[in-house]
T-cell receptor
Framework: DAKTTQPNSMESNEEEPVHLPCNHS???????IHWYRQLPSQGPEYVIH???SNVNNRMASLAIAEDRKSSTLILHRATLRDAAVYYC????????????FGSGTKLNVKP | DTGVSQDPRHKITKRGQNVTFRCDPI?????LYWYRQTLGQGPEFLTY????????KSRLLSDRFSAERPKGSFSTLEIQRTEQGDSAMYLC????????????FGEGSWLTVV
């Protein structure tokens, strides 16, 4: 499975936008880019996913580079409840078997 | 709540004892996954089922671990002769096959082996 690279941690101020980067230089044409987040002592929670085009939902936006070798999760206004570990994951669209998680980015939101 | 349900949420057991975790997936989800997560690490894939068939097992799943999904609905994960290294959170997730691009996770079952 293709690998992703994320910064170990990031910090943001409350009510400011946050851009969480992810590199996936070995992505294949059928890989979907997924983002999940995990709050302390909880299971991972779906945030957003996309294939080629940028995506928006009520939680976040996903910006995908034209060559698809990187992507950015955008939280438009960070709140204290957004403090979590954010995982960028590639999932083979032709074989929806499983996700492989990396270490993720721990986001700290300061009041 | 119609999400993925796991039971028990917490389990403390003595080394050498057997433990069993149960997972009830989202209704009509035919794929079910088990993951393990230790402190500070991302979840690690263990195994997955499509309906009642166990289609893939990770090398992490030693002989002491067994998972079943007898009727294609709920699943159990049993750990025999527990060791301290088994202490972790065990996560269950489910998804659809057709259009099943999103996996939904439960809250996890914490295991502490003393």
């Amino acid at each position: 499975d293709a690998k992703t690279t994320q910064p170990n941690s990031m910090e943001s101020n409350e009510e400011e936008p946050v851009h969480l980067p992810c590199n996936h230089s070995t992505i294949s044409g059928t890989d979907y880019i997924h983002w999940y987040r995990q709050l302390p002592s909880q299971g991972p929670e779906y945030v957003i996913h996309g294939l080629t085009s940028n995506v928006n939902n009520r939680m976040a936006s996903l910006a995908i580079a034209e060559d698809r070798k990187s992507s950015t999760l955008i939280l438009h206004r960070a709140t204290l409840r957004d403090a979590a570990v954010y995982y960028c994951i590639l999932r083979d669209g032709g074989n929806f078997n499983k996700f492989y998680f990396g270490s993720g980015t721990k986001l700290n939101v300061k009041p | 709540d119609t999400g993925v349900s796991q039971d028990p949420r917490h389990k403390i057991t003595k080394r050498g004892q057997n433990v069993t975790f149960r997972c009830d997936p989202i209704s009509e989800h035919n794929r079910l996954y088990w993951y393990r997560q230790t402190l500070g690490q991302g979840p690690e894939f263990l195994t997955y089922f499509q309906n009642e068939a166990q289609l893939e097992k990770s090398r992490l799943l030693s002989d002491r671990f067994s998972a079943e999904r007898p009727k294609g609905s709920f699943s159990t994960l049993e750990i025999q002769r527990t060791e301290q290294g088994d202490s972790a959170m065990y996560l269950c997730a489910s998804s659809l096959t057709v259009g099943g691009n999103t996996i939904y996770f439960g809250e996890g079952s914490w295991l502490t082996v003393v």
